[in-house]
């Protein structure tokens, strides 16, 4: 079916994008009306260019995607499209579909206004030009316009994610969030504020159509968010957010970061309406980028047909069909660039490690190297002195004092080592100790965290008295407490005995603490499950020692047996052990704890000086 005969009308507009970018797709405007002002997007009118379900088309369909490389990029459609005729170059009539969002004083949108029209773009600006003539450009009226447009901006910047958006950019810390509120670093390339610009006048944009589209009730591609069921409270992620921005070296942002993908849902593209969770929006479509991206030509020829008053393209059967294809397209280039990241990373840590030499590492390089060497489980000579020398001169960050405390599985006399330095320097610098834990909470070592504090004392000599308690992963609580001038110092004194329990009950041989593992359903149980959870374990982790000591002398190392017993919020573990020495059962011992850790430890200790004394063992 032939379109009716539409008359264009000019619109202005400037392209922003990299210096050498060739595929410009977009174009914006800002202007002062009376009361507010009235925002304009233009964005190539690519569904006019070719025909649906042909060669171009199917093509573009099957890629989904332009894809950028170091070194030049993929075109989604032919580089005579997207390069050449439909990019908006600077004095080339173009047709564009422009978005009007008329914005009162407050930035409150008013009804959009969408249309066909002509653009010539007057100006081909680049990040860093724009940021130029912002600070240092002579007046005009195109330095007016950009200073506009930045003020607003950042406006619609503050009041998305005042609104409960997952939404940061902040040039001066170098962390921005994408929108599906994934924190990551921002590239030298996009600290500019015209990044923020573009940004938020496309989300503006998309937004205007996403509503244009489900007032009329017209089946389109939405771009869908959803979280788990398990995620935390918006604010919270809101909090840890900023809180990893201001300091991402003490609340650890990896950590952060892999919470997030854990609690977070993939956004997809589809013709139901789920929502927007990162963007905290009802309904969100992509619209902006018809040269790049191919749910966006759907936008578009949807779209168009409603502004041109013909036949819809497509029905929600095709809508789907297309969308389950475009997201097993997107979801394999995001899998491949995160492994090709990873595998770049890795490559780069190995080459540190390989040199041996660790006492000039940044910060950032030694705990690239820390979590490789966790991973891989081998503790070089070099890294285990310059780790200690950083513990001892109290040049630890409190993330890496987190990998190595609980991360570090391994047993072996030099990371067991490793653990006691780190604990001690813990001990010396409490004021982190509450900065570890809270990592340890975001990775899901600690499901709860609760500080209570009394008062000690008359008003004038005052102290105060913390109580610490931990829900940890298996559903036991760990309890602490200690006491301070302040109630930070309380806390801070309390978090490192919690961290020292937690410590223990995983099989790491520190001192005594002075209270120890517990429950919420038990009370009068507390002395007998702090026997069971608190092994003799000074000087000596049984596990492993037993094991050393029969390899030492060609022994044959003992079995272990598990079983559980009592209700499941109360577990009561029981390993038993036995040691065989010719086929003959030579020694065996049993021992109960609330976890396996603690159970395996009592069982190793129950043979541990039977088998040592066994004189018809040769050494």
């Given at each position: 079916m032939k379109n009716r005969k539409i008359t264009r009308a000019r619109v202005r507009?400037?392209?922003?994008?990299?210096?050498?970018?060739?595929?410009?797709?977009?174009?914006?405007?800002?202007?002062?009306?009376?009361?507010?002002?009235?925002?304009?997007?233009?964005?190539?009118d690519v569904s006019s260019a070719f025909r649906m379900r042909r060669g171009i088309d199917l093509a573009a369909l099957s890629k989904g995607f332009t894809r950028y490389?170091?070194?030049?990029?993929?075109?989604?459609?032919?580089?005579?499209?997207?390069e050449g005729m439909l990019s908006l170059f600077q004095g080339k009539p173009r047709n564009v579909v422009t978005v009007e969002i008329p914005l009162d004083e407050n930035?409150?949108?008013?009804?959009?206004?969408?249309?066909?029209?002509?653009?010539?773009?007057?100006?081909?600006?680049?990040?860093?030009?724009?940021?130029h003539l912002i600070k240092e450009g002579t007046e005009s009226e195109l330095?007016?316009?950009?200073?506009?447009?930045?003020?607003?901006?950042?406006?619609?910047?503050?009041?998305?994610?005042g609104g409960g958006a997952l939404a940061i950019y902040d040039i001066f810390s170098g962390w921005k969030t994408s929108e599906e509120g994934n924190l990551r670093k921002?590239?030298?390339?996009e600290r500019h504020i015209a990044n923020i610009i573009v940004q938020e006048m496309m989300i503006l944009a998309n937004i205007a159509v996403a509503q244009f589209m489900v007032s009329k009730d017209i089946p389109v591609l939405f771009r869908n968010h959803t979280a788990k069921t398990s995620a935390p409270a918006r604010s919270q992620l809101i909090s840890d957010f900023e809180r990893s921005v201001r300091d991402p070296v003490n609340f650890n942002i990896e950590t952060l970061q892999s919470r997030v993908l854990m609690v977070l849902n993939r956004a997809t593209y589809g013709p139901v309406l789920e929502?927007?969770?990162?963007?905290?929006?009802?309904?969100?479509?992509h619209f902006t980028s018809p040269i790049r991206r191919y749910p966006d030509l759907v936008v578009h020829r949807q779209l168009l047909a409603v502004l041109s008053g013909v036949s819809l393209p497509y029905d929600v059967e095709k809508l789907q069909e297309i969308a389950s294809s475009i997201n097993v397209i997107e979801r394999e280039i995001k899998e491949r660039r995160e492994k090709s990241f990873k595998e770049k990373d890795h490559g780069q840590t190995k080459k540190i490690i390989a040199r041996d030499i660790f006492v000039s590492l940044n910060p950032d390089d030694m705990h690239k190297v820390i979590k490789r060497s966790i991973d891989s489980g081998e503790m070089g000579e070099a890294l285990s002195e310059e780790l200690c020398i950083r513990a001892d001169k109290g040049m630890l960050a409190p993330r890496d004092a987190f990998f190595l405390l609980f991360e570090a599985t391994q047993s072996s006399v030099a990371w067991v080592?490793?653990?006691?330095?780190?604990?001690?320097?813990?001990?010396?610098?409490?004021?982190?100790?509450?900065?570890?834990?809270?990592?340890?909470?975001q990775a899901g070592r600690v499901l709860a965290l609760d500080f209570t504090f009394q008062p000690i004392g008359p008003d004038h000599n005052r102290s105060f008295q913390g109580k610490g308690t931990v829900s940890w992963k298996d559903g036991s609580l760990v309890k602490a407490e200690a006491s301070g001038s302040t109630k930070k110092q309380a806390q801070q004194k309390a978090t490192v005995e919690l961290i020292r329990l937690m410590l223990i009950s995983a099989g790491v041989p520190l001192s005594q603490p002075k209270i120890n593992i517990g429950d919420a359903a038990s009370i009068v149980s507390e002395t007998r499950k702090q026997e069971e959870a608190s092994p003799a374990m000074k000087d000596e982790n049984y596990v492993s020692a037993l094991q050393e000591w029969l390899m030492a002398r060609r022994l044959p190392l003992p079995e272990y047996r598990m079983s559980q017993s009592g209700p499941s919020h109360i577990p009561e573990i029981t390993y038993t052990v036995v040691l065989s020495i010719?086929?003959?059962?030579?020694?065996?011992?049993?021992?109960?704890?609330?976890?396996?850790?603690?159970?395996?430890?009592?069982?190793?200790?129950?043979?541990?000086?039977?088998?040592?004394?066994?004189?018809?063992?040769?050494?």
């Open positions: 507009g400037v392209t922003i994008d990299g210096p050498t970018s060739k595929d410009l797709d977009d174009a914006i405007w800002v202007s002062k009306r009376e009361k507010g002002y009235l925002v304009t997007v233009s964005v190539a490389y170091a070194e030049g990029n993929k075109p989604m459609l032919p580089r005579f499209l997207s930035l409150n949108v008013g009804e959009p206004q969408i249309s066909l029209r002509i653009l010539v773009s007057e100006a081909k600006l680049s990040y860093g030009i724009v940021d330095k007016s316009m950009l200073v506009l447009a930045r003020d607003i901006s950042e406006g619609l910047l503050a009041k998305r994610r921002v590239i030298p390339e929502g927007h969770f990162g963007l905290n929006l009802p309904a969100y479509l080592g490793i653990k006691k330095r780190v604990f001690e320097w813990l001990e010396k610098h409490p004021e982190n100790s509450v900065t570890v834990i809270n990592i340890a909470q010719g086929g003959t059962s030579c020694v065996t011992g049993e021992g109960k704890g609330p976890n396996k850790k603690v159970a395996k430890q009592l069982a190793a200790k129950s043979i541990w000086t039977e088998v040592t004394k066994l004189a018809a063992i040769p050494k």
